[in-house]
């Protein structure tokens, strides 16, 4: 394994879906160290085409089921994420403590305003899909970034606690979202919900910072 270490500064395009997904599913969704500290507040699903990173291109797919309750902070998490690069699930891992898996990303334009995005299972073949959907454009920029609605991410992996706060910044456009379809078996299943609003940032570009990392004491 080649190791790319944090900060990481990642360029690209993607989907941001913002949601107010509940306490209910914030808590179904929680890793164990956050059972029942979810808290109101907004969740997210973020879809990302990395055209450039530390570690080289690659596809991402995400979600942040809410906002949680930890310990005398209010903190978002990382429940379930894939990406298309072994280094990034292996760094990722190392880095943030993010729960990254490998899967195969399909980014495929319909025209020049509708775009549809197929993620499907990266140990299998094109019969074990996990999400899809299709993406239509506004034409009306605007410029969107983290520091209107930050997402402080907590992880434990692997007897540690990462903190990071994740910074971005880009170029949005209002978007719509048809044909969705998900394995909820490996995803959760968000046809229950209907996204607050959804933006397809282009250009996009984040940094991942160092982590605060602490070893976990049982």
């Known amino acids: 394994m080649i190791n790319y270490p944090a900060p990481w500064k990642l360029q690209g395009y993607g989907y941001i879906l913002l949601y107010r997904f509940g306490t209910n599913f914030a808590n179904i969704q929680a890793p164990e160290f956050l059972a029942n500290k979810a808290i109101p507040g907004f969740g997210s699903v973020m879809l990302v085409n990395y055209q450039t990173s530390n570690c080289g291109p690659y596809g991402e797919l995400l979600v942040i089921p809410g906002k949680y309750q930890y ?3 209010k903190k978002h998490t990382i429940s379930k994420i894939y990406v298309s690069s072994q280094a990034s699930v292996d760094n990722g891992r190392i880095n943030w403590g993010i729960p990254k898996e490998l899967a195969q990303f399909r980014f495929e334009p319909q025209s020049d305003k509708i775009e549809k995005v ?3 299972n990266g140990n299998k073949d094109e019969s074990s899909p996990i ?4 993406f239509k454009t506004g034409s009306v920029p605007f410029p969107v970034s ?3 609605l930050p997402f402080p991410l907590i992880q434990h992996l692997d007897g540690k606690a990462f903190q990071t706060t994740f910074s ?3 170029t949005g456009r209002f ?3 048809t044909d969705l379809s998900i394995n909820e078996n490996v995803f959760p299943d968000l046809s229950h919900f209907k996204p607050l609003v959804i933006i397809k940032v282009d250009p996009f570009e984040i940094t991942f910072p160092v982590a605060k990392i602490n070893k976990l004491t049982y």
Do not use: I, N, Q
Request: proline letters at 0%; glycine letters at 16%; zero cysteines.
């Open 71 to 73: 310990g005398h902070e």
């Open 118 to 120: 197929t993620v499907t």
């Open 131 to 134: 999400f899809t959907a299709s």
């Open 146 to 148: 983290t520091r209107l």
């Open 168 to 170: 971005g910044k880009g």
């Open 175 to 177: 978007a719509t979202m």
